[in-house]
């Protein structure tokens, strides 16, 4: 038998603000899916840059394109789709940040930290328009029956 | 948290005391401004405390980057002082703390700009 996610699903205007409003949904998924401190400020961390690339990189701070943040709670993990409505992105052709020649460059660290806090992150081509991004993380990191669905 | 920053001198160094969160947005551009005008100034030796900044996203750690790269391109030093875990876990994750001089000690972090203008 399987346990029905609970969902959480916000249209957001490409705003800072609701940058700010996503990270808070996040972490208080997290908090009460019983993940630790550390790690809802890890989720929340990925979620805002997520939503800072969905505004600012996909969305171009267009105020009439929105952002859909869905949060699905699982028994054993936390999954996080955010859509904008922009033309996309490569998220390979992103440089590595830490390699000595990128060390003080001012930006390019974004998607590097999305990979480092959450277990799992995808981008996809959203239907339509736009660009998808999943976030996973888990409860047991090292338990990976529980593989990313759709 | 909005972030707020307050300067002081402390011998040749000027601290800034920084608080609340260092994240894209209008604060940011304030302490870029602050940095730029502290080196107008002419005030080249500059510490950051972060003692009370809890949370620093990507382009709060480019700010960090622009401010130490403007300062040394001026022959100045930025430095860092009293990071959080979490910030401290976030520059180390990075590998900037391979760039910043970071301190827990305000004496001696006051202390090593002096060296560094003997040297």
């Known amino acids: 038998m399987t346990t029905e996610p609970q969902v959480i699903e916000v249209t957001l205007e490409s705003t800072l603000k609701s940058v700010e409003k996503a990270e808070d949904l996040a972490r208080e998924a997290c908090a009460k899916a019983g993940f630790s401190e550390d790690d809802q400020h890890r989720v929340g961390m990925a979620v805002h840059e997520s939503m800072i690339n969905a505004i600012l990189h996909g969305n171009k701070n267009d105020a009439s394109k929105r952002v859909v943040l869905k949060i699905q709670v699982h028994p054993d993990r936390l999954e996080i789709r955010i859509r904008d409505q922009g033309t996309g992105f490569e998220p390979k052709s992103v440089r590595d940040p830490l390699e000595a020649e990128n060390l003080l460059k001012v930006s390019g660290r974004g998607i590097f930290l999305i990979r480092t806090f959450v277990d799992e992150f995808r981008v996809r081509k959203a239907e339509g328009a736009g660009t998808e991004v999943t976030l996973v993380k888990r409860k047991y990191p090292n338990d990976r029956r529980s593989e990313l669905g759709g | ?119």
Request: hydrophobic letters at 40%.
């Open chain 2, 1 to 119: 948290m909005t972030m707020k920053a307050k300067t002081r001198r402390v011998d040749s160094v000027t601290v800034v005391d920084v608080t609340g969160r260092i994240t894209l947005g209008e604060d940011l551009s304030e302490l870029r401004q602050l940095i730029r005008g502290l080196l107008a100034q002419d005030q080249k030796n500059i510490l950051l405390n972060l003692a009370d900044v809890n949370y620093i996203d990507s382009s709060g750690i480019g700010e960090l980057v622009s401010g130490f790269t403007a300062t040394s391109n001026q022959g100045g030093q930025l430095k860092l002082l009293n990071l959080t875990r979490k910030v401290h876990d976030l520059l180390q994750i990075t590998k900037l703390l391979t760039v910043f001089e970071v301190y827990d000690d305000e004496a001696k972090a006051i202390a090593s700009f002096g060296k560094a203008t003997r040297a």
